[in-house]
């Protein structure tokens, strides 16, 4: 049967799903396969799915114009065919149910239902090759993967545990026996009267999987989770060059990124992993109360808020991925507590939430965890957390992934569901108009006072209603002027006007471990960051998005661009001149760039940003070229 929609229904599904929309039409207008829509399959595939609209328009961006196919068969029977053939596509993941028609404002459309790609599927790519072939999405954009990301991808479908490896030219003498010792004197507690307890060193390290033999080729030596639980920092970037673990205490919530407290491994402690939890561990619980409570004639010492961070603590670590760019980081704050692990989740987020079906990455690391009382069952983990979080009536647990560079991210915040403090600001602004929203409206204001932005996604993830219900409020409280917005589609961010934007971020979108650990988070004495270190000049302007820009602004850098926009091929000294002149004194983002010169985004980074970049008349605003936040400025001046 037919489903029937309207406009609303596309903006809705923009916000709730990556939705991907093509023309479709051909050359005769009566509709053809397009070659492109195989990089939004490989992209969506390997990242969490999505939907493609085949006969759906999309200009300006966020606004959508059903235009129909005429010959849709044709083109169904051109995606099937295509789908079954390896030399244009690697897998087909697609079940009849996921391609159907759907009437929008009387237009037929063919709606794709792109499901997202088991580990064991990616990397999916466009032809036969991966490299070169793997797309990744960005901000609703479809870019081609880079070789390591796609390394990465093929490491993770072979390899069930990432740490199981056993390491060749490693032993015993890179080890802390401190550490070693600390362990086992809590395995022997946790374990009383254990036979493995009185084991010699070898043995012992044997038995709780730290240490064994390659039996393909016949050597024994530690595996990579006993180097990372019990090894010394420098020894353990041997194996793992971007090794980072770091703990931060902010004393203000607040995005700004001074610190009162640090641990990283600096040389006065070991720097492994299993050091790095005892002591963060101390950390975090330090300033918590606990109640008196008795059991058998003892005090408990620990509370449901003791076991949650001790099980956030411990899956960060246990699903981290070591050889990613990105630290593994802990962060303490008066009002919350985050935790960001290298690599994303290996299931849906919405599955390792409801529990029950693990995928951990670090399966030794995980074992070595449990043996000392660390760590809960396999896909028990993320409910307790959330369970007990919410036995404090604490607003919920946020828990997302960035994809660029790779990265889980957890938000436990101790706050509650509806902060009185919230709800006097709310009122003080808004008077009895507030009181006489819908409940719905009201808990989006509450979310993004508390958090400082709220998305869809959050609010669906806070309520029981529809998405096209959560859509239709989001649109009326803006259209009321009682929330403002950034981005388009999924990207879609809400904020309270008054507010500056996501004031409550926790952690950069970037975090690379490049970064020396003394220049990633501020000691209270040091109040900005340079402007090479990732963020600009305060007199430049930073414009990512076109709907971003200011009108003023877009009439200028319209004019400034037409030479070149409209004009089908151009001499390359023209275009360079207009980009120079578009990117004085600001910083644009391809995506500006491409929509002001009218000219093909990837073509326009590969044949022209790139070497104006290497030439040194551009600046990029980070060394990444694919970096979503990437953004450009002239080097020159004007005379």
Same mark, same amino acid.
């Given at each position: ?10 903006? *809705? ?72 053939? /390896? ?25 794709? /239902? ?162 790095? =939890? ?41 699903? !981290? ?94 706050? *509650? ?66 929330? !403002? ?42 109040? *900005? ?51 120079? !002149?578009?990117?004085?004194?600001? =910083? ?35 060394? !990444? ?15």
């Amino acid at each position: 049967m037919t489903e029937h929609w309207n406009s609303l229904d596309l903006t *809705s599904l923009a916000e709730s799903s990556d939705l991907e929309c093509k023309a479709a039409q051909g050359r005769d207008g009566r509709g053809e396969l397009p070659e492109d829509v195989w990089r939004s399959y490989s992209a969506m595939a390997n990242a969490e799915g999505g939907v493609i609209l085949l006969g759906v328009q999309e200009k300006p961006r966020g606004v959508f114009h059903a235009i129909g196919i005429a010959d849709v068969e044709r083109v169904r029977k051109a995606l099937w065919d295509n789908l079954h053939n /390896r030399k244009q596509v690697s897998h087909n993941l697609l079940t009849e149910q996921d391609v159907d028609l759907v009437q929008i404002d009387g237009a037929t459309v063919l709606r794709i /239902r792109v499901p997202r790609a088991t580990r064991h599927q990616r990397p999916v790519h466009v032809g036969s090759n991966p490299f070169g072939g793997t797309y990744l999405r960005r901000y609703e954009g479809d870019y081609q993967a880079d070789d390591e990301a796609v390394r990465r991808m093929m490491a993770e479908r072979v390899e069930d545990s990432r740490d199981d490896r056993v390491l060749k030219g490693f032993d015993f003498d890179d080890l802390d026996m401190d550490t070693v010792a600390a362990y086992r004197n809590r395995f022997a507690a946790v374990k009383p009267g254990h036979v493995w307890t009185d084991l010699t060193l070898p043995e012992f390290m044997e038995r709780i999987g730290a240490f064994g033999k390659n039996r393909e080729e016949g050597y024994s030596g530690l595996r990579l989770a006993g180097l990372l639980m019990f090894g010394r920092a420098e020894v353990i970037r041997d194996a793992l060059p971007h090794y980072m673990v770091d703990y931060q205490e902010r004393p203000e919530p607040r995005a700004e990124k001074r610190w009162v407290d640090r641990l990283v491994p600096d040389g006065s402690w070991s720097g492994n992993v299993y050091d790095f =939890f005892r002591r963060v561990y101390q950390k975090l619980t330090a300033d918590l109360k606990v109640p008196f409570q008795l059991q058998e004639g003892q005090r408990l010492d620990d509370t449901p808020v003791h076991e949650a961070l001790r099980e956030a603590l411990a899956n960060t670590l246990i699903h !981290a991925d070591f050889s990613g760019r990105v630290s593994v980081m802990v962060v303490k704050r008066p009002d919350m507590f985050g935790f960001r692990n290298p690599g994303l989740m290996r299931v849906p987020l919405e599955q390792a939430v409801l529990g029950g079906n693990s995928d951990c990455r670090n399966r030794r690391l995980q074992t070595m965890f449990q043996l000392v009382g660390y760590g809960d069952h396999a896909g028990s983990g993320l409910p307790k957390i959330y369970r007990n979080w919410a036995g404090q009536h604490w607003r919920r647990p946020v828990l997302h992934e960035l994809r660029e560079p790779e990265q889980t991210l957890m938000e436990l915040r101790m706050s *509650s569901l509806v902060p009185d403090e919230v709800l006097v600001d709310l009122r003080a602004h808004f008077g009895v108009h507030f009181e006489s929203l819908p409940e719905l409206a009201r808990l989006a204001l509450i979310t993004a006072s508390a958090e400082g932005v709220v998305n869809h996604a959050r609010m669906r993830d806070v309520s029981t209603d529809h998405p096209a219900d959560i859509t239709k409020m989001l649109a009326g409280l803006v259209r009321d002027g009682l929330l !403002a917005t950034k981005g388009t589609g999924r990207g879609m961010e809400y904020f309270l006007p008054w507010q500056s934007q996501a004031v409550s971020i926790v952690f950069e979108a970037g975090g690379e471990v490049g970064v020396p650990p003394e220049l990633d988070g501020k000691p209270p004495e040091f109040e *900005s960051k340079p402007p090479e270190l990732g963020g600009s000049p305060p007199e430049f302007g930073t414009y990512l998005d076109w709907k971003s820009i200011p009108d003023s602004l877009k009439s200028e850098l319209l004019s400034l661009a037409e030479p070149v926009a409209n004009r089908g091929k151009v001499n390359a000294p023209v275009l360079r001149d207009a980009i120079l !002149a578009l990117c004085q004194g600001r =910083f644009l983002g391809l995506r500006v760039l491409a929509h002001a010169l009218q000219r093909d985004s990837d073509d326009l980074r590969k044949r022209t940003l790139t070497p104006m970049v290497q030439e040194g008349v551009l600046r990029a605003a980070y060394t !990444a070229a694919r970096d979503p936040r990437q953004a450009y400025t002239s080097n020159t001046t004007k005379p």
